[in-house]
């Protein structure tokens, strides 16, 4: 349905493009009109000649010479290389933190970052366009942004959901222990992570068969599970992180629910929710400045280049290693990987405090 409703808005706008002229009416190439005295006069000027590949190696030094575009490039780069895992991964972080599906953190994350970047640009141009800033105060603008962006990220760090409820899981000693007496008959090894919630004690199961359930029954979307026998039947034992050897198991005639029971940290998730609007509001607004001070710092017929060059060194020094240097740390916090014929997979299952400090 996003396709189709991306098309029909696409299709609207491009009726308006469409009304466009082919050409804009420009004066005479090569001349400017002034007033003298109310007559209209003409001064030529020669129009600037195409770049060539000659002219490369001389424009490329003058860039390289310009200290305010080369230390906005890089201020840029480090901007991006920092906030890049929490960028990148914000939505992993709500899936291993929050326990959400992957669907839920995109629809509930998706709407509030465009909506506060959207807003962030629009209220940035408006300003800019209407008070004409120098670029002193653009740049001045971005040194806050930068170091309001470091403070929401430190500040993130503290916004976590390290309470897990799934039976058998150890935070302490980063171990999980699934394979009990009670289900150690099912074949359950090497099942991929479908957790199942039993919604009356809050527990979470890796699985319908860790669980023992010998029934299923599809509603709708909704896959639920019945006849589970391997139910402990002290949930302050599992809250004591007990061995689940220890356990005492019974068999549960109600039905258990497909998905991670609720996460006990409401209020964590609202404060995430609107600290990463913020963070993205604030963010979104230095992004014209910067490119209006790139753009202001080079001659003319720099500037096309410049751009290209800012682009060309953030691409390979931010926006290509950061990820994989985050995505390495949060790797780092799995401890249950998928293995398909010998080789690792996706991780199904992460430490909840390690990946808390590394993604943020």
Known sequence: MGWLFLG????????????????????????KQI?????????????????????????????????????????????????????????KYIEVQFEKSAADSNLVMGPLVLSAMVLGFLVSGFVISKYKPTPKYLLGWNVVVGIAFVLGELALTFVSCDRT???????YNRSIDIINSCNVECGCENLKFSPVCLVESS?????????????SHKEGKNQTYGDCTCIPQD???????????????????????EGHCPSPCGSAFLTLLILSSFMH?????????????????????????????ALLLVSLLAFIPGPIVFGALIDAACIIWDSSCGKRGNCWFYDKHASGKTST
């Open 35 to 91: 007033q003298d005295n109310g007559k209209s006069l003409e001064l030529e000027h020669p129009e600037p000649t195409p770049p060539s590949m000659k002219e490369f190696p001389a424009a490329l030094k003058r860039l390289l010479k310009n200290k305010l575009l080369v230390v906005n490039i890089f201020s840029g780069i480090f901007y991006i290389l920092g906030s890049s895992g929490y960028i990148t991964y914000l939505n």
């Open 235 to 257: 949930s302050v034992s599992v809250a004591n992180l007990q061995a689940p050897d220890s356990y005492q198991y019974s068999t549960y005639q109600g039905i258990m629910k």
């Open 165 to 171: 409820n799934l039976v058998g899981y150890n935070p």
């Open 281 to 309: 509001l604030l963010g979104s607004s230095g992004k014209i400045g910067n490119i209006l001070v790139n753009y202001r710092a080079v001659d003319p017929i720099d500037k096309s280049f410049a751009q290209g060059f």
């Open 8 to 31: 029909t808005i696409m299709l609207l706008f491009s009726f308006l493009i469409a009304m466009f002229p082919k050409a804009l009416p420009k004066t005479k190439p090569g001349a």
């Open 203 to 215: 527990l979470t199961f890796y699985s319908a068969c860790h669980a023992g359930c010998h029934t």
